[in-house]
């Protein structure tokens, strides 16, 4: 082999590494965006929290992988109805007794999420679970909650609770819905 040959062969190398790299940035890119465009305001509370790019995409793949895995199901028209009924219920003690009506919305809430059968024993897990579907309420829903911890410790004021009671709402009539769920 001569050095032309070599030189060649050199040249053809470094361009396959060349153009391997970049597809691979590309790639990375494209799945960021992806990521980014499903998760929206999530996926920058996920850069935040988890201090990087990287590490983000690797925990919402990962909540996408999860989620997956549950037998996640719409309520039946008869549930939708009853638990219809159960929030009318908790909007009208709201006037009266707004602190205690937050604290029924936030029950109504895990009440048809375990329904539903997303596991509920823990918080962050929840939301981690409803941003896979309901990215754009993940963050109203951390609020609420926020919000409903406040008011555990008497220290939530009217506006914060009527804040809450929205936000609350919002995830409740998606939750709700008879649709099927799409992953």
Same mark, same amino acid.
Request: hydrophobic share 45%; no cysteine; charged share 25%.
């Given at each position: ?81 009853r638990y219809q009924g159960d929030? !009318? +219920? ?6 009266? %007794?707004?602190? =205690? @009506?937050?604290? *029924?919305?936030? /029950?109504?809430? #895990? ?31 951390? !609020? +609420? ?6 008011? %555990?410790?008497? =220290? @939530?004021?009217? *506006?914060?609770? /009527?804040?809450? #009671? ?18």
């Amino acid at each position: 082999m001569n050095i032309t040959s070599t030189l060649i062969i050199a040249v053809v190398l470094a361009l396959v590494v060349m153009g391997l790299l970049l597809a691979l940035v590309f790639i990375r890119q494209k799945r960021a965006e992806q990521l980014h465009d499903q998760f929206g305001t999530e996926y920058e509370h996920t850069v935040q929290a988890l201090g990087g790019e990287k590490k983000a995409q690797t925990e919402l793949e990962a909540r996408q992988k999860h989620v997956k895995t549950l037998d996640l199901h719409p309520l039946s028209v008869s549930e939708r109805e009853r638990y219809q009924g159960d929030w !009318a +219920a908790v909007q009208t003690k709201f006037v009266d %007794e707004p602190g =205690q @009506a937050i604290i *029924e919305a936030d /029950r109504l809430i #895990m009440e048809v999420m375990q329904l539903r059968a997303y596991p509920v024993s823990d918080f962050e897990q929840r939301a981690a679970d409803l941003s896979v579907n309901y990215s754009a309420l993940v963050s109203n829903y951390r !609020a +609420a909650r926020a919000i409903a911890l406040k008011n %555990e410790q008497q =220290q @939530a004021d009217t *506006e914060e609770l /009527r804040q809450a #009671m929205i936000y609350y709402r919002s995830l409740f009539e998606e939750l709700i819905e008879t649709e099927a769920v799409v992953v």
